[in-house]
């Protein structure tokens, strides 16, 4: 075709005639030229990747053989999210210092002039700038993305107590409970007493909670505390720090006196504020979608502590750590006040059970 159309031009740059035909038949034979090689050697259409040229051989899609090394990669990622299994509990958890009441309220004590003050003062900025950045830098959806490992559970309880001279002392809350409208804290309704406390910020850490200290799930427990005569006590600090949902909950608080019994009413802590990051981190709350649940003495210290969904060795680890903490409180009266370790015969009868 390409050969035709060169050959049949006419005249037009004012060539003569043999000039013409001289042009013309050196054009034809590069024309057939032209079109053996566009037939044989850069034929398209052919299925062999071989015959193709070289950019389409270089952009064509990777072979099969390929593919298995990233499916491989997916799969070994995929593995090792399997593989997250939370370790038992080591370390103490708690703050280094008493609790007092008046703390962690979330108010702001400062006059309007101090709050001016603070304004226009730079470090002040400074201060406030890191705590944002801080808060920024976390992911939003973080927390939910955990509970895919083991349902977000952070840890594995211990088998036995904290040591009482060792042990960390758990933080002074400020909410409003089911009693009354008004807002109270809580360390004079856990001091003096051996607490059960269960913190949860959603019905998904509610319903973990419960696995620990829910009449169906554990009535050794209740019978424990029923028979200990007014020493142990069940306290719930519900942490709302969205405004809506807090709102929402106060909405609802007539529903919940219903579920509640009337004399754990007093119990029941509605907490929106004071509750920081550095407060959560120091007592363990890792994940705010999470229940936990720790055992404090007469002081207020965590003398054990569980994390999401309990098991029944957990439970019975609970049950006993209770029955000493419990003991030991009555020792104390008579100056035989315990340290709360556990020997090991009592460790491994734990691990056994």
């Excluded at 002040?124 to 927390?143: A, G, Q």
Aim: hydrophobic letters at 30%.
């Amino acid at each position: 075709m390409l050969t035709w159309l060169l050959a049949e031009q006419p005249i037009s740059l004012g060539y003569t005639g043999a000039q013409h035909k001289e042009w013309s038949f050196e054009l034809a034979l590069a024309a057939h030229a032209i079109d053996q090689q566009l037939r044989h050697s850069h034929d398209f259409t052919t299925t062999d990747s071989s015959q193709k040229p070289q950019f389409f051989r270089d952009q064509q899609a990777p072979s099969s053989a390929e593919k298995p090394a990233a499916s491989a990669s997916t799969t070994s990622k995929e593995d090792e999210e399997d593989k997250h299994i939370p370790q038992p509990l080591r370390q103490l958890l708690g703050l280094p210092n008493p609790p007092q009441p008046g703390e962690n309220t979330g108010i702001d004590p400062r006059t309007l002039r101090q709050r001016r003050n603070d304004f226009v003062n730079y470090d002040k900025h400074l201060e406030r700038r890191k705590e944002l950045t801080k808060k920024m830098s976390r992911p939003y959806y973080r927390d939910w993305k955990n509970m895919r490992y083991s349902k977000g559970k952070t840890f594995v309880s211990p088998n036995a107590l904290f040591r009482a001279d060792k042990a960390l002392y758990f933080p002074n809350l400020y909410g409003q409970t089911l009693a009354s409208s008004s807002f109270s804290d809580t360390t004079p309704v856990l001091r003096k007493k051996v607490s059960v406390v269960a913190c949860f910020s959603s019905t998904w850490a509610e319903k973990q909670v419960k696995t620990y200290v829910s009449k169906s799930e554990n009535p050794e427990l209740h019978d424990l505390v029923k028979e200990s005569g007014g020493v142990t006590q069940l306290v719930s600090v519900n942490v709302e720090e969205n405004t809506l949902r807090y709102w929402i909950v106060r909405l609802f608080m007539p529903l919940l006196r219903r579920k509640v019994d009337r004399e754990r009413q007093g119990k029941y802590f509605l907490v929106r504020r004071g509750f920081t990051d550095e407060i959560k981190n120091a007592i363990g709350i890792l994940n705010s979608q999470v229940g936990y649940v720790y055992l404090l003495d007469g002081e207020c210290k965590i003398r054990w502590a569980g994390s999401g969904d309990a098991s029944e060795g957990e439970r019975r680890s609970m049950v006993k750590s209770l029955g000493k903490l419990v003991d030991e409180w009555r020792n104390e009266g008579s100056g035989q006040r315990g340290t709360g370790e556990a020997t090991s015969k009592e460790i491994n009868a734990v691990a056994q059970s």
